[in-house]
């Protein structure tokens, strides 16, 4: 596999977890702990997938989103959250969603989904 996946969350504990996931499938994973973080790497770096949580202080995971969809190399997003809403709010801005919490067999699903999207456009 070898894609490179941006994990944009406040909560260590999850950033730590999920990073060790996505390593153990193969992915190089980097993350970071806010969208401000996010904006700033993602204008440095290429990344495949951006996985991003929706509610963060400071900037939310869809403002996050608004503010790097639009460059060269805008990673294929999606919108992590338990938001009832986050299926609508992430189809209205363009993202795939995973809903927390997940198990292993939907994130690796959904980040493979992101990926046949970015390589489709």
Known sequence: MGARVLVV??????????TGVLDALGYHV?????GDG????VAREVFDVALIDHRMPGLTGIETWQ???DGAN???????TAAADGGALA???GMAFLAKPFGMGELRAVVERALAQRSGR
């Open 67 to 69: 503010r790097i969809r």
């Open 74 to 80: 805008a990673p294929g997003p999606v919108l992590v």
């Open 91 to 93: 189809e209205d801005n």
């Open 38 to 41: 996010a904006i700033a790497l």
């Open 9 to 18: 969350d406040d909560d260590a504990m999850f950033r730590r977890s999920i």
């Open 30 to 34: 980097t993350s970071v702990d806010s």
